[in-house]
Antibody
Framework: EVQVVESGGGLAQPGRSLRLSCIAS????????MHWVRQDPEKGLEWVAG????????GYADSVKGRFTISRDNAKNSVFLHMNSLRAEDTALYYC???????????????WGQGTLVTVSS | DIQMTQSPSTLSASVGDRVAITCRAS??????LAWYQQKPGKAPKLLIY???TLETGVPSRFSGSGSGTEFTLTINSLQADDFATYYC????????FGQGTKVEI
């Protein structure tokens, strides 16, 4: 059974940093691209960042470019989201999401974790 | 950026009804469209990809159609388990989602 489990969310002050982690199981992790998608009641679902199967290709939404970094460790079946210079508008539930393919190209998502909540507030 | 617009935002229906949700893209996306179902407190679940292909395990009362800029998700004979929020997603150019359609009793 495919499982994707996020951790690392919490309360952070504006301007500070957080690192989200995601550990996956039930599939050959290094065959697939992975993404982070966030959700809040105001803005709905927003793709944040994606990384291809070997970490050689990455992409970011304009809203986080230059502040967030996605990375992966295939030996540990893990993907990470390093979030710097956090803003109030980054407050959301962050999902770790499995792509159906390995390359960082247009594909859809077939497995989502349960999410980890990030709150940015002073 | 490709914008996705769903209608209606909320849809009131009864068990046994046939319902349809529309999703419009700001630019043509061919058939690079997926539909997801989300229940309260749960993650989105993939229902349909490539506009009309049913994901394995999804009941056949769900169907998708459309291409280019206009797409439809249809649920035939609505069941109690189908009351949820539905999102479309384009994956032609990066990824963007519609704002969601809540199907309520």
């Amino acid at each position: 059974e495919v499982q994707v489990v996020e951790s690392g969310g919490g309360l952070a002050q504006p301007g500070r940093s957080l690192r989200l982690s995601c550990i996956a199981s039930g599939f050959r992790f290094d065959d697939y691209a992975m993404h982070w998608v966030r959700q809040d009641p105001e803005k709905g679902l927003e793709w944040v960042a994606g990384i291809n199967w070997n970490g050689g290709s990455k992409g970011y939404a304009d809203s986080v470019k230059g502040r967030f970094t996605i990375s992966r460790d295939n030996a540990k079946n893990s993907v990470f989201l390093h979030m710097n210079s956090l803003r109030a508008e980054d407050t959301a539930l962050y999902y770790c999401v499995k792509d159906v393919g390995g390359d960082y190209v247009a594909n859809y998502f077939n497995h989502w974790g349960q999410g980890t909540l990030v709150t940015v507030s002073s | 950026d490709i914008q996705m617009t769903q209608s209606p935002s909320t849809l009131s229906a009864s068990v046994g009804d046939r319902v349809a949700i529309t999703c419009r893209a700001s630019h043509s996306i061919s058939t690079w469209l997926a539909w997801y179902q989300q229940k309260p407190g749960k993650a989105p679940k993939l229902l349909i990809y490539k506009a009309s292909t049913l994901e394995t395990g999804v009941p056949s009362r769900f169907s998708g159609s459309g291409s280019g800029t206009e797409f439809t998700l249809t649920i035939n004979s609505l069941q109690a388990d189908d009351f949820a929020t539905y999102y479309c997603q384009q994956y032609d150019n990066y990824w963007t989602f519609g704002q969601g359609t809540k199907v309520e009793i």
